[in-house]
């Protein structure tokens, strides 16, 4: 019985806990709601050349698009080469890519499986043709993307403003509206744009590379010699060994990128587990390097906190007031005594009390980035709405998958793209 009292005091101490943990993060949130979305005016002193990383592993029906929409970019086309690593492909990836207009390198390695050790294979290839000094930064795409015509402008725009060793843009979602999975991965990077990223930046912090869509300066790859970054989240670590180290890592508002999400669950688990079994990774490397940043204070104090309330404490205390929760769920099976009962079912109230502040937090959160961004999702106005509902249970799924990535082995696996065709045909 005093086991089960104790459980219902350790839910309260580890909400308040997770509570003040967080709580930096309502600073962020008031910036970005009153910040809105502001051009940036600066004119930047040169045209810079840059080089397009695509990784690509049997992503033939939709490498096309993407090299067409760079190839109809709002900056020189002399300035900008794309490249492309077909890896590990069995379908018609490199030659689609070749008839799109993109080099191509292809790469078979069943042993070292994943992007970062794709984009490492590829930096190293033109490293060992010369062709690295060509260039002053190198912008990381995923397959499935389609890249606004100002793209490429907006982020030599940010980047001609200096002191940033990476920039990353505004993720949008090609197909918003398609179910109740793909709305909610839309507005988690859609409010990670406007409430996390946007306001960093307002802020003069560091923000943090997030899949797709990002500008790594050409120093900084030289400087690690590559791309060696192959943990499960590379751009997490990256992001992480960038706070360590004090390297800014910016955001730029105007480069916009529509990003395709997974439409079943089956694939949407697989990529979360590997998102979660990445955070496990990068805690592990990472994580006692970022605790002792935050003690330097600063800019790059604040940075190593902020990343490491995105990797650790999160996961740590959600599995450990689950262990409690599931011992005390067992230890009741055990229980005859009335007294123990009612605190059983005092337990149970905590729990459901805890669900549906977390349900109605998450759908303001989703209402609140939904009305925000409005005039940039591409949906019917009805479809922007009809998901809302459904938002929380999306990011409530992340506890099982979390517990799985915990005790599971995690392996890279490709997701499956459809041709969207033009933006139009998304809305």
């Not at 192959?230 to 670590?237: A, S, V, W, Y």
């Not at 060994?241 to 999400?261: H, P, W």
């Not at 204070?297 to 740590?316: K, S, T």
């Not at 959600?318 to 011992?327: C, F, K, P």
Request: with cysteine.
């Amino acid at each position: 019985m005093r086991f089960l009292a104790f459980t219902i005091n350790f839910n309260q101490i580890i909400g308040l806990l997770f509570t003040l943990l967080y709580a930096y993060q309502v600073i962020y949130l008031v910036v970005g709601l009153f910040r809105g979305h502001r051009q940036d005016t600066h004119i930047p002193a040169r045209l810079r050349r840059y080089a397009v990383l695509i990784s690509a592993r049997n992503e033939e029906g939709v490498i096309g698009e993407l090299i067409e929409s760079l190839k109809k970019q709002n900056y020189p086309a002399d300035l900008l080469d794309i490249y492309v690593v077909a890896d590990n492909c069995t379908d018609g990836t490199a030659d689609a890519a070749q008839r799109a207009g993109a080099t191509v390198f292809r790469r078979f390695n069943r042993v070292e499986v994943g992007k970062g050790y794709a984009l490492d294979f590829l930096l190293k290839a033109l490293a060992a043709d010369g062709r690295d000094q060509l260039y002053e930064g190198y912008f990381i795409f995923d397959a499935d993307n389609i890249v606004d015509p100002n793209f490429v402008a907006e982020m030599n725009r940010t980047f001609d403003q200096g002191g940033y060793a990476a920039i990353t843009c505004y993720r949008n979602s090609k197909n918003f509206a398609h179910n109740w999975i793909t709305a909610g991965y839309s507005i988690w990077f859609l409010r990670e744009a406007r409430f996390v990223n946007a306001a960093r930046q307002a802020l003069g912090l560091t923000c943090h590379v997030s899949g797709t869509g990002f500008l790594i300066s050409a120093d900084v790859v030289r400087e690690n010699g590559g791309w060696p970054f192959h943990l499960l989240t590379e751009d997490i670590q990256f992001s992480a060994q960038s706070a360590i180290e004090g390297k800014r890592i910016g955001y730029c508002e105007g480069a916009m990128v529509y990003d395709e999400q997974p439409t079943q669950f089956r694939q949407s688990w697989d990529q979360r587990l590997r998102w979660s079994k990445g955070f496990f990774q990068v805690n592990g490397k990472c994580g006692f390097s970022l605790f002792k940043g935050i003690f330097q204070g600063g800019r790059r104090g604040i940075a190593c906190y902020d990343i490491l309330m995105l990797v650790a404490p999160g996961v740590l205390l959600t599995l450990m007031g689950g262990a409690a929760n599931l011992a005390v769920l067992f230890s009741c099976l055990f229980v005859t005594d009335f007294v123990a009962q009612l605190i059983l079912v005092s337990f149970v109230d905590t729990l459901w009390m805890w669900f549906r502040s977390f349900y109605m937090g998450m759908f303001l959160y989703g209402l609140l980035t939904v009305c925000s961004e409005w005039g940039r999702i591409k949906a019917k106005p009805w479809q922007k709405l009809i998901y809302l509902p459904f938002f929380p249970l999306f990011m409530f799924t992340y506890l099982p998958i979390t517990v799985c990535a915990l005790f599971q082995k995690v392996e890279w696996r490709p997701i499956a793209h459809k041709s969207m065709g033009q933006l139009d045909r998304a809305a």
